[in-house]
């Protein structure tokens, strides 16, 4: 089973010690409509890959709007198709 090292990073600037940072960043990634979205994604091998899950999210919600409005039209144009054969 793989396994990867996952980070998300965020500057903090304020008062406090490294609790008070790590508590600001934990509540950050808590919030409903957070913009934490970005991680880094390290693999047993070193290998690193960025990831921005908002943006992969939003490409993989126009491709199902796409899929699904091609299989609309295709659909639309087999009932009006078949409308004109019974003509």
């Known amino acids: 089973m793989p396994r990867y090292l996952v ?10 010690d490294p609790e008070a940072a790590a508590r600001w960043a934990w509540e950050i990634l808590r919030k409903p409509h957070s913009t934490a ?3 880094t994604v390290i693999d047993e ?3 690193e890959t960025k990831l921005d899950l908002a943006e992969i999210d939003e490409e993989r919600r126009e491709r199902a709007i796409t899929s699904v409005g091609d299989v609309l039209h295709r659909l639309r144009e087999r009932l009006q198709g078949g409308d004109d054969a019974h003509r």
């Not at 980070?7 to 406090?16: A, F, L, M, V």
């Open 7 to 16: 980070t998300w990073e965020i500057d903090y600037e304020g008062e406090g």
């Open 37 to 39: 979205n970005v991680f």
């Open 45 to 47: 091998d070193g290998n």
